[in-house]
């Protein structure tokens, strides 16, 4: 455990890094490092240009597999979540984006939780920017009353033939 001391010294230091950054940014530096390093350019008469290039490149992509918690014989494919983390919402938005005729729905212990402290938003309120029809607890009755949803069964049956 810390002495007050050093808990002291710490905050101060943390103090100092934040105004540093601070002093940097306003001079259009991103961190209180790249000012430096300026200054030591600058200091040395070395000739520099600061972000002026953009460079493009590629993020590899990356092959995935994606295991629905509950398919149901009409075609709903349920996905239930406790907590509904970064990952697992980028996953959910990707399988949505990539397969638009699956009948995909979430089931939330509380749908009204916030996706971080201090958030606004919701995972009700993602389920509905994506179109996701969602409930809290339990499968609502009318979903499992449902006619078979042709569209998402063809895409079900061809994932299980090993098709795309």
Known sequence: ???????T????????????R????LKGYRSGLEEDISKQLRKLKIKFEYESTK????????SRIYTPDFILANGIVLETKGRWLLEDRKKIELIKEQYPLLDLRMIFNYSRSKIRKGSKTTYSKIC???????????IPIQ???EKPNKRSMKIIEKLKRGTK
């Open 128 to 138: 509905e920017k994506l179109g996701i029809p969602f409930a809290d607890k339990e």
């Open 143 to 145: 979903w499992l009353k």
């Open 9 to 20: 010294q710490g905050n101060i230091g943390t103090l100092i890094k934040h105004r540093l």
């Open 55 to 62: 460079l493009p490149y590629l993020v590899p992509s990356i």
């Open 22 to 25: 601070q002093t940097a940014i």
């Open 1 to 7: 455990m810390q002495s007050l001391k050093q808990q």
